[in-house]
């Protein structure tokens, strides 16, 4: 009695790759269960989790038929289903007619047999009726009695309903209401209604199970970064810690792992790569494996990165690293099987080519029955499990891809798909429907006699087959490869353009030069900005093509090749995939070509691939610096050109625009200028013409961040010219003019030569054109280190900068605010510009760039309001604003640069503030800040945190606090340094922090008093004046008297007793002068007790 | 040779003055190199011994061959044609001179000129879609699986004729190739080699006009 669901089976071998084809309605789920290898035309079906989880789906529906379809069970099969059961006569009771070991039902039908007939061990059931009840007798065997079932009766569906109902409905799009397919049968007999019902029904069950299957597989097929991770991991402990080593040794080639959990550099990634593993068996040479989404495949030899050549795959793809080692090394083959791995692994999936022959065979002759086909196949199977020893049990899993593939209508799909592999792009449901709107197609080409349920299961199957190409795929043909891709590229529908794009480059492999030129010509027609368009050349080999062209003697073809490299060449994959294909090297040797068109196309297409730093490195390694620079020297005059200069003058144009892509590296910097590159851009910077000057600026401006540059620029006269450019009605070569300026300027006396030339009133005038931020960021950065010298302040204000500027300091993004506040801090060392940026409203603005983030702006920010700060009117505005805690809170970054700013600008504020000692002391946490950051490492964070402490200390009671917070010892603990501009505001903070309680004596006790002492031999003036007062105020006490004149501390301070500073001479006086009364003291005492 | 040279050199000098003025492009010794040179390949030629009016066909075209490495049959017909501007089937002393002052040395306009004379295989003054199949006929690699070995050619034919023909008559007029190569440089020689590369011109020249005055 048990159901005719078996069809949903679909006997599956891995190892060959043959199915055995189920019959029936079949969707997609015929190859979802599981069978083992069949050795004769029934197979087994393999007791994996999901043939059970189906069974017992496909049996409980059987069981629940009875009752819940009362009618349609009733339906009288039209063969019966015959199995060998397990029931013998005394499990049947009431209903059944018994006689000895024979049963017959009761019910019959219209002719009067039975519909339920045992004659042990053969059982027949005619209705789903006695099916349900034969099920309920079964009890505990249920499972095994549908499992018998259905391994014998493959095409229950046929048996069911008939061949030739099967056959019509099958023909049905599964949207077809019942109405309309009643009609369809209505003359294959009476009782069609009730066929279609049944029909439908069994097509929903097979709908629940197809879905349930997915459910499962999708967990688990295509390769990730984890499940490599976890086969490697694996292999390592049970291959080469176990006793039994089975590898020598198995590591990756690079120890990086992106944050996708892939070790393959990013550009190898785009192809599906994850990582490279190089794997040492025991008997074999070493094998450089590489993990890909698709599969593991040996390659090249991939042993460090960069090796481009390394990646190409030299192996048929496999699905996992153990099924690979085991087609490559016996011995790992032999020994991986004894031990015990957590994960059972099926035996090698075998390359698809395995399974061909079979393919072919029944491609052949289509029009052959299903039988003799079937033959064919279990022929196959026998065979190869002959071959491989027969007695293994397999365990394959569904691998739906070789499915598809394997399929004779599958081929036929996938040769169809080819053809028209745009359909292709349709995910998997929209496939499945078209699957079974074609079926008429199919049927063509199929016999009509071959059974219909065979035929939509074969169809279904190719629709998964293409499903499994997005998500399942575990092995794949390099066009499958290639497809997938696309797939991921774009969704749409290929574009009429690929088709074209396509016929063109088949005339490009097989034309002449004559036809090699129509057709390029004919290549540019289409719109090759267009990312179709590139992609498509790319898709379709056209770019090997092209740069194969690039080898040739032929000028015009290379000339055709170039003019579209150069257009596709804008599209970042076009460019990455020019470079992997060693394109640019051809075209780098172009370069040399004695035709100019060619050089100038070149140079040209270089500008746009070397965009990034693999291929900017692969024009520098091929020697394309050197020929690049070689192009820009062209004519002396560029004033007056004949047109043949002319045609020099653009490719020294090209070769220029082709240095500014490569000048992004700094070796390529260095390369240019070592191959004379900076005289020769000199000279092309007095062009009149701005698509001459863009480049050259740009390359110029992109270099000055060489030290070398910057000076070359000045000494060869390029301000002249940068300043004139500055004048410009073009906004780009006016923002690199500026920038060119910007990073030129750190140096005093290109600031002087931009004056000189009249380029500051250029720069102030580029402040008006606020909308275009980048050319603002590089007008306020030159404006910035321009303003560092003070002529050059003065002169901008006489353009009224300040005031401009000021206006700049909200609504700019940060790269502008960094520049404009840096200027506004240079402009503010000018006490005029204090008060015009307090009246411009300034402060506020600038107190509000307190609380950003980033750290070159707050560097610049804490700059400006430390300048600003030294204006009492504006540190009162400051004050008011809550500044100086927010300029407080900023010794708290992380970043030591405004940490130290931070502290300068903490200087003016503690000095200009009304009430400092109350204003710090309200700042909670804040003086414990200040003395932690002594514990800094910078020299310049300490020297600024030294200056605040000297400053804090003037107020007694936070010198307490200080104090208390152990600032005497870290203090101490700096003195050995032989930083001057530490020195100087450290001595100054001891000398400040020495005004409280036992402080002079603690520091003598720290050691900080002989260190100072020699202070006093430094060159550094400044130095001298702090030391000389922190040494008065220590010598206040008399054991540091004693240390200090052990120093030898007197006849420096002598010395500089005869310095003309008020300051200094008073303070080395007075400590000279308690060292004396210490020791008349000392006399005094000696005489007199 | 010598003897031959300076027996002729008056008439030579005179000969050059006449014909340099047609000639825009070579001075007046270069015309009377070529015009040497011209007398040495007629004397190749007239083994016979009875004087021709100018090079033949055959003479012609191996030189076209071997000095300027051109191969096709076609092709190197219709340079022949286009030299010989007066269709007597022997390109003068003058039309030798002048066919080279385009061949080696014409403008883009003057070379359009020829270029569209040679690929007019019938001088009606349109290139037609069945001179192009034929000009274009080598020019694919055939796949002996496809059905139809040509359809590549036609197919490229079209191609062409869709992106030449501005006029959309179905063939080429001088106006629409002439424009066609303005737009696209390229195009000059759509339908096959007939003008020398650089090298060849450089050797030739060098042949010419040094060597000689070497001798």
């Known amino acids: ?1089 | 040779m010598s003897e031959m040279s300076a027996m002729n050199r008056k008439v030579i000098q005179t000969l050059a003055e006449t014909i340099s003025k047609h000639a825009e492009h070579f001075n007046k010794t270069e015309v009377e190199f070529l015009i040497r040179e011209f007398n040495v390949l007629l004397g190749e030629q007239t083994v016979s011994g009875r004087a021709v009016p100018g090079l033949d066909r055959g003479t012609f075209r191996s030189i076209l061959h071997n000095i300027f490495g051109m191969t096709d049959d076609m092709i190197m017909d219709g340079v022949f044609r286009t030299f010989d501007k007066d269709n007597d089937s022997f390109v003068s002393m003058k039309e030798w001179v002048e066919g080279l002052s385009v061949f080696l040395r014409g403008t883009l306009e003057e070379q359009i000129k020829y270029c569209f004379h040679v690929y007019d295989l019938n001088g009606d003054n349109y290139v037609s879609r069945e001179e192009m199949f034929h000009m274009l006929k080598n020019s694919l690699i055939r796949q002996p699986t496809e059905e139809d070995p040509d359809e590549g050619i036609k197919d490229l034919v079209e191609i062409t004729l869709k992106k030449m023909d501005y006029d959309h008559d179905g063939r080429l007029s001088f106006t629409d190739f002439e424009k066609s190569v303005r737009e696209e440089n390229l195009l000059l020689e759509a339908f096959g080699t007939c003008l020398p590369d650089t090298t060849s011109i450089e050797s030739f020249e060098h042949h010419v006009f040094q060597e000689q005055l070497e001798q």
Not at chain 1, 272 to 280: D, F, K, R, T
Not at chain 1, 870 to 899: C, F, H, Y
Not at chain 1, 1061 to 1081: F, K, P, S, Y
């Open chain 1, 1 to 1089: 009695m048990l159901v005719s669901f078996s069809m949903y089976f679909h006997a599956l071998n891995e190892q060959q790759k043959n199915n055995i084809p189920a019959a029936a309605m079949g969707l997609s789920l015929t190859r979802a269960a599981q069978w083992t290898p069949a050795s004769s035309g029934t197979g087994k079906l393999e007791s994996t989790p999901m043939n059970e989880s189906l069974l017992k789906e496909i049996l409980s529906f059987a069981e629940q038929f009875g009752s819940q379809h009362p009618q349609e069970a009733l339906h009288v099969f039209q063969e019966p289903l015959q199995w060998s059961t397990t029931l013998v006569a005394s499990d049947f009771k009431t209903d059944y007619d018994i006689s000895d070991s024979d049963v017959q039902s009761n019910e019959r039908d219209s002719e009067g047999l039975p519909l339920l007939q045992l004659s042990p061990p053969t059982v027949s059931v005619r209705s789903f009726s006695q099916l349900s009840k034969l099920i309920h007798l079964t009890e505990d065997k249920k499972v095994e009695e549908v499992q018998a079932c259905l391994e014998e009766n493959r095409y229950p569906v046929v048996k069911i309903l008939g061949s030739s109902v099967a056959s019509i409905l099958q023909g049905e799009d599964t949207n077809t209401d019942v109405l309309s397919l009643v009609d369809k049968v209505k003359d294959q007999g009476k009782d069609s209604e009730v066929k279609v019902k049944l029909f439908l029904l069994l097509r929903n069950l097979d709908n629940k199970l197809l879905s349930k299957c997915l459910e499962e597989i999708a967990g688990k097929i295509r390769l990730d970064p984890t499940a490599v991770k976890n086969e490697v991991d694996s292999l390592k402990q049970s291959s080469i810690e176990g006793e039994k080593r089975v590898l020598k040794s198995i590591r990756y080639t690079s120890d990086y792992i992106f944050s996708n959990g892939c070790r393959a550099p990013p550009w190898r990634q785009v192809h599906g790569e994850m990582c490279y593993l190089v794997i040492e068996p025991c008997d074999t040479e070493t094998l450089c494996v590489t993990c890909s989404t698709a599969g593991v495949f040996l390659n090249g030899g991939v042993k460090q990165e960069g090796e481009e050549s390394g990646y190409e795959r030299t192996s048929d793809v496999h699905r996992d690293l153990r099924t690979l080692l085991k087609s490559r090394s016996p011995h790992f083959a032999e020994n991986i099987n004894t031990q015990d791995f957590a994960v059972q692994e099926p035996p090698s999936t075998q390359k698809v080519q395995h399974v061909e022959p079979v393919d072919t065979e029944e491609q052949g002759q289509p029009q052959c029955s299903y039988e003799q086909r079937e033959n064919n196949v279990n022929e196959n199977a026998r065979q190869s499990l002959y071959k491989t020893g027969g007695e293994k049990k397999y365990e394959p899993c569904p691998r739906w891809r070789n499915l598809g593939l394997t399929s004779p209508c599958g081929e036929a799909e996938e040769k169809k798909g080819s053809k028209s592999s745009g359909e292709e792009k349709s995910d998997g449901i929209q496939k499945r429907k078209r699957g079974a709107g074609a079926k008429g197609k199919m049927k063509a080409e199929f016999s009509a006699s071959s059974l219909p349920g065979r035929l939509s299961s074969q169809k279904i199957k190719t629709s998964a087959g293409s499903m499994s190409l997005d998500a399942f795929s575990e092995s794949s043909s390099e066009s499958e490869e290639e497809e997938e891709q696309r797939r991921q590229e774009s969704n749409t529908d290929l574009p009429s353009e690929y088709w074209q794009i396509q016929k063109l480059v088949k005339y490009l492999k097989g034309g002449d030069q004559t036809a090699t030129v129509l057709t390029l010509c004919a290549m540019m027609d289409f719109n090759l900005m267009q990312e179709t368009c590139q992609l498509a050349i790319r898709d379709v080999g056209g770019l090997e093509v092209l740069i194969n062209l690039l080898d040739t003697d032929e000028v015009k073809c290379k000339i055709g090749s170039l003019k579209i490299l150069k257009k596709i060449s804008h599209n970042v994959q076009i460019r990455r995939a020019i470079v992997d294909m060693g394109g640019l090297q051809s075209i780098v040797r172009i370069l040399d070509s004695p035709v100019k068109d060619l050089k100038a196309l070149a140079a040209e297409t270089i500008s746009n691939v070397a965009r990034f730093r693999r291929a900017r490195r692969t024009v520098r390694q091929y020697g394309g610096i050197k020929k690049l620079v070689k192009l820009l020297d062209c004519v002396p005059n560029l004033a007056s050109l004949s047109a043949n200069q002319e045609k020099d003058v653009e490719v020294a144009r090209c070769g220029a625009l082709a240095l500014w892509s490569c000048s992004k590296s700094t070796k390529n910097k260095e390369a240019i200028r070592k191959a004379g590159g900076i005289p020769l851009l000199g000279r092309l910077l007095k062009s009149p013409h701005e698509n001459m000057l863009i480049p050259v600026v740009g390359t110029l401006q992109e270099c000055a961040s060489e030290e070398s540059y910057r000076i070359a620029i000045q000494t060869e006269g390029m301000i002249k010219d940068l300043v004139k450019n500055l004048s410009s009605d073009n906004d780009e070569l006016q923002m690199h003019c500026a920038s060119a300026i910007f990073k030129c300027a750190e140096c005093k006396q290109t600031r002087d030569l931009v004056r000189e030339y009249k380029g500051l009133q250029p720069l102030a005038s580029l402040l008006s054109k606020a909308s275009n931020k980048q050319l603002l960021a590089a007008a306020t950065g030159a404006i910035w280190k321009c303003s560092i010298s003070m002529e050059n302040v003065a002169k901008f204000q006489e353009y009224k900068a300040m005031e401009t500027l000021v206006g700049l300091l909200t609504d700019q993004p940060e790269e502008v605010l960094v520049n404009v506040v840096g200027a506004v801090g240079e402009f503010a060392r000018i006490p005029a510009n204090k008060a015009i940026i307090r009246k411009c409203g300034g402060i506020k603005s600038l107190v509000n760039l307190l609380t950003g983030t980033n750290q070159a702006l707050l560097v610049n920010v804490t700059n400006a309001v430390g300048a600003c700060a030294t204006d009492m009117d504006n540190m009162a505005i400051i004050d008011q604003l809550d500044g100086v805690r927010l300029v407080w809170s900023l010794l708290k970054n992380p970043s030591a640069e405004v940490q130290s700013s931070a502290a300068w600008a903490l200087c003016p504020c503690i000095n200009n503030a009304k009430d400092a000692g109350e204003m710090v002391r309200s700042l909670v946490g804040g003086l414990e800040l200040i003395v932690n950051l002594l514990k800094s490492t910078n020299n310049e964070v300490l020297a600024s945190i030294c200056a605040a402490i000297a400053k804090i200390a003037k107020d007694k009671e936070n010198l307490a606090v200080l104090t208390d917070h152990g600032v005497v010892p870290l203090l101490a603990k700096q003195t050995n340094t032989t930083d001057d501009r530490l020195r100087r505001h450290l001595a100054e903070a001891i000398g400040h922090c020495c005004m409280w309680g036992s402080n002079r004596a603690s520091f003598g006790d720290a050691g900080a008093v002989a260190p100072l002492v020699r202070y006093l031999k430094s060159k550094d003036k400044k130095v001298h004046q702090s030391t000389a007062m922190a040494l008065y105020q220590l010598s206040k006490d008399p054991n540091n008297c004693i240390t200090m004149h052990e120093k030898g501390v007197v006849k420096p301070l002598i010395h500089i007793m005869g310095s003309d500073e008020d300051m200094l001479q008073e303070a080395a006086a007075g400590c000279v002068r308690n060292i004396r009364l210490l020791a008349q003291a000392n006399r005094k005492a000696v005489l007199f007790n």
